[in-house]
């Protein structure tokens, strides 16, 4: 790791977190007639919490729900212009990186980074040409799916199904809807994968130097992504299933498999894929959690795939990491467990460096 992206004293790493959903919660605010700024908010992520949760990196995800919108891809470019117009308002602070000699530069003129990402592949409505538009402008990762099917693939949590389980549930006893949720829940989906096109894609976007982000894809999904790349690749928000039983998390068999492909998982602070509540009981979540998933982790992929990917933003606020200038107590944590420092520098950012330096032309 080059000396210029190690950070000096204290809370050694500076934060590289692959996941957060600001800027799509920033355009919600300002739809509803609120302030919202990336400079300074009420949100988990502004630039005034960054500095002071030593942060390198940030990775900017432009998050579409498909069906809470009327044309999805005019939707990502409102979100795109949103994330243009507030990088460029705080560009003494921030700016945006387009190859690894982009972090490079921004941190030794002592600037952090922006990356652009999108959550939920099927914005391209299936185009190529899309997808190359969206590369054209910027955007370095993506998600090819979020929590419903699209004419790339399956994700493990499917909205349509856990909203009829939800509905189900409600109207049996206790037990009954304790059952059914966790079926939902815990059950991945091996045999609906990628579509033809969402395969397509995916060579694509290898050829194009665009991160291929696995979170959300079905078990059946992310081994096809195996099969056909051959750079590193990476699970951007997602933890350990054999910590959390929840589906949206990894098994040992995939965590493995991306280790051995040289990809990086980041850990996810949702407390609903950090510890499983029973039905209707609070889920508060905890940093404790947090240090459990990443202790399986290493124990199973080894020290080198395992990053950050908070989903602030696109998470209820956790009780204990309140936002991104709550890394410190994380951090301390970790060490705390038993993890050294050089270790933690790891987690905190220099294993996903390492990949964006690999796979960012």
Known sequence: ????????????????????????????????????ALRENDCHVDILKMKKGKYLLQNFALFVDMEACTDAWEEVQALLALYQQEIAA??????????????????????????LTVEEGGVCGGSLKKLEKLYGQGVRMMTLL??????LGYPNLN???????????????????????RQYLNTPDTENGLTDTGALFVERMEELGMIVDVSHMS????????????????ASHSNARAVCPCVRNMSDDMIRMLAERGGVMGLNFCADFLTQASYGEDNP?????????????????????????????????HRELTGADSMEPLWNAFKESGFRESQIDKIWGENVLRLYREVLS
């Not at 078990?219 to 990476?234: C, E, H, M, N, W």
Request: aromatic residues 4%; hydrophobic residues 35%.
């Open 90 to 115: 705080n560009h003494e602070q921030i700016m945006p990186v387009l190859t690894w000699s982009d972090i490079e530069r921004n941190q030794k003129e002592g600037r952090m980074s922006a990356m």
């Open 285 to 317: 979540g905890s940093i404790a959690a947090v240090v459990n998933h990443a202790k399986h982790i290493v124990k199973v992929g080894g020290m080198e795939c395992i990053g950050l990917g908070s989903d602030f933003d696109g998470i209820d606020t």
């Open 146 to 151: 979020w929590n419903y099917p699209n004419g």
């Open 1 to 36: 790791m080059p000396a210029a992206l190690k950070g000096e004293g204290g809370m050694n790493g500076k934060v590289v977190d692959m996941h957060c959903d600001t800027i799509s919660e920033l355009l919600k605010r300002k739809r509803e007639g609120k302030a919202a």
């Open 159 to 181: 909205r349509h199904k856990g909203r009829a389980a939800r509905q189900t549930a409600g109207e049996k006893g206790r037990m009954e809807a304790e059952r059914l949720l």
């Open 219 to 234: 078990d059946a999904g992310f081994y096809q992504v195996l099969s056909l790349t051959q750079k590193p690749f990476v």
